[in-house]
């Protein structure tokens, strides 16, 4: 029984025009994730890899189908869900006037815990950062304090929003080895990216999507194998890239 | 009850922090208050009066005398053309020239008497003490007894001039302010930095977000409010005229009913700019029309009876029948009825129409 479980998920919202049609941010879209895997979610801007995460967190509505983690209904069920899950979002600001440390445990007090905020925030090496307000962190510290912060009630689940983007490649190395740890020691993750160098370093599977769809869903190197099985130049095979791009056009989106 | 615990000592700590916003609730209301109670000091000071004594003669002296005796006035002697630079320049609010005929010689002698008419409200209340010492002067001289005179006794019971009358007002203002900033600016600002997705997907309810923030508020509110009133009464020398406690029930009151507003705006507005621009639309009109700087009575007719329902009137309205005029729970009763009123209104709009989750993109 995978911990995380979608079936034909659906977000619609109102086209602006008025003319009373819908544009589909996700639709029907299916998911299964296993227990202790590293799950990515990949796809151009606009895909609906964020709203997918957030009907699956409860922040969205979801419109149609359903979801479960750990056997609770999302929809019926929002509470016991998110005592289960932890959460980085794509936004990562925090209240102002108010340091780390006071974050982390007002954080940890609204799930009615008690934790030493202390060592979670030694946990992604911000300990010297501890009466430090948010806003003076940088890009990478900035994410890895949102990891502790959804470390907090030790999730089931951590759904991480695009955790590196914009990040140099130290602190994405730095944050890579953050989500391998955390897995090593039995979390499962859920995770979006469009760094295909990302989903082929962490993920032990992935779903492409694209339009609000999932078009193709598998092992990082047995999608290449399907979709990129030449090496380009002097390689065996292509990359994830290839996968990519051939799945989901050259096209620039917004 | 712990979680919404938790957010108030959460926002109390953000309250206290922001020096800036503490800073601003206070000087405003504080600003105005010293504004007033300056310009009303100065109305008490005496009148300066030029005196130009042209005749020179005991009935002249006489008169300077009386003039002096009057604790209205105070008196400079001197020549016509300083004097009369003093007039212009307004060190001296008339110029009275003696001619040199001035005396007691059965037809009656003329004064010249030199002002800026400009000075008109003032000048309507030299002149009648002016006419009065002539008078005086004149029965003296003749030796004539008065036919009347008049024992003022001041019975003290209320300050009535302008910053008492003021006073109040700001408060109320100050309350408005204070509550409306505190819930509905940061509502948007909180959901469009995400900190309000980030908090709901935790186990966090609504009903713990809004009753934390509420207290937290609330509490700060009646610190500020207390400061303020504490520089009024021995600051300003205000009389609290009425029992403290009915005070703080308006004011608690006052708190609840725009946070609650404040709320439904939060929940409303989509951007920062929106929320200025709701703020000023529901704050602008009650700031002129509540009766803070001037009563209800003196606008248009047919704007009174919108005027006096503003929930704003009835916070003022009561702060002044408390503070001027030491009005009891049973006068209160109506001001209390409209508040909780709109108590009801903006708790239903702000539970209704509050939402943390992503409408549309």
Redesign the interface.
Known sequence: MPILQAKNLVKR??LPDLSGKHFF?VNKVSLAISAGEIFGLLGPNGAGKTTTL?ML?????IDEGEANICGFDVTKDP?KV??L?G?Q??????????NLL?LLS??T????RSHDAMSLLAKVNLEEKAKAKPARLSGGQKQRFSIA?ALV?EPKILFLDEPTTGLDPQAKHKLWQLVRELNAAGMTIVLTTHNMEEAEALCHRIAIMDHGHIIAEGEPLELIMRHAPEPPQARSHGTLEDVFLHLTGTALRE | M??TF?MMK?FL??LS??RQALFFSLFFPLLFMFAFSFGSRANEESFTLGFTDLAGNELSDAFIKALKEVPEFSVETGNESDLREKVVDGEVKLLLILPPGFQDAGSPAELKVVVDKAQVRELGLIMPMLEQVLVQVERQLRGEKPLFSIAVEDVKARAQNYLSFLVPGLLAFTVMQIAIAGSGYNIVE?RR???L????????RPSQFIGGLVLARGGFCLVQLSVLLLIAVFGLEITLAGPLLLIYVLIILGTAVFLGIGFAMGSLAKTQQSIMALGNLVTFPQMFLSGIFYPIDVLPELVQPIANALPLSFVARGLREVIVNGAGLVELVPQLLGLLVWLMVSLLFAVRLFKW??V??
């Open positions: 919202y109102p941010a957030e967190e409860g922040l969205t509505d509470h998110k005592e899950i959460v979002l794509q936004a990562n600001e925090y209240f102002d006037h108010v006071e007002l954080f007090q609204l799930y009615g912060c009630n | 712990s979680v938790t959460t700590r953000i922090r922001d909180y930095k995400g900190i997705k980030r908090l709901f997907v935790t186990p966090l989750k992503v549309a993109a």
